[in-house]
């Protein structure tokens, strides 16, 4: 198992995460703004088991991915300094739906959605914002997305941010504190910290998930953790 994170990450859960694999910490200079320059989903969509990634990500991750026997499909345009051309591999996918801002989607993305349905949303940075802990359900840092997966009918909680950590800004948001995987859902930080801890914990166990607190603290946006099956 190759779990994708943050650098910046906290210590005791990236020790946490090596119990359940081999982690490839991204740090990257000069591509985008300092406080995402690490983040992978700013350089990686996942879509079902295709990892599709940032040209201009730096080859010494490339090389690593490959020698671990990950596959990977390159996308058409490069992770900018700025929004939007910092969000162009933001989406967020599941089985069914791609959700984005599908006006700054990368075309390698869109290309390989297929058939999926497409959820058009006005937050560039969807992944940081959303995660989906099964194929129908979601938790949402953004008001605008939760209403767009209301009308989906996918079942979604709004969780406030105010006091998610993201360095340089007031607050960070909930999907780039997590990922999903083995059917837990794994937290950057800790639930106790947040008003709306409780309310996430009883929606991710009526679904049938588990959730592992990798470390004490408030949660800590580090742009989402990436769980990708090697052979």
């Known amino acids: 198992m190759l779990i994708i994170v943050d650098k910046k990450l906290p210590e005791p859960a990236k020790a946490r995460l090596r119990e359940s694999g081999w982690l490839l910490e991204l ?14 989903d700013i350089f990686f969509t996942q879509i079902d088991d295709q990892l599709i990634i940032a040209p201009n990500l730096p080859e010494k991750f490339k090389t690593r991915l490959l020698s671990l026997g990950v596959e990977f499909l390159e996308g058409s345009n490069p992770v900018g300094t700025s929004y939007p051309h910092s969000a162009i591999y933001n989406a967020a996918a599941t089985s069914e739906f791609l959700v ?7 075309s390698a993305v869109l290309n390989f959605a297929g058939d999926k349905t497409l959820i058009n949303v006005k937050q ?40 998610i950590l993201l360095a340089g800004f007031r607050n960070g948001f909930f999907g780039g504190c ?14 106790k910290y947040h008003q709306g801890g409780q309310n996430v914990k009883e929606f991710v166990n009526d679904a049938g998930l588990d959730i592992i607190e990798l470390c004490d603290g408030h949660l800590f946006d580090a742009g989402s953790i990436f769980f990708i099956t090697t052979p």
């Open 100 to 106: 984005h801002n599908l006006s700054i989607t990368d």
């Open 178 to 191: 997590c990922g999903v995987f083995d059917n837990k859902l794994w937290l950057s930080g800790n639930l």
């Open 27 to 40: 740090e990257t200079i000069g591509i985008t703004y300092d406080a995402i320059s690490g983040h992978p």
């Open 124 to 163: 560039g940075y969807t992944r940081c914002n959303l995660v989906f802990i099964t194929h129908d359900r979601a938790i949402s840092s953004d008001l605008s997305i939760c209403k767009k997966l209301s009308e989906a009918t996918i079942k979604v909680l709004h969780f406030d941010p105010k006091t």
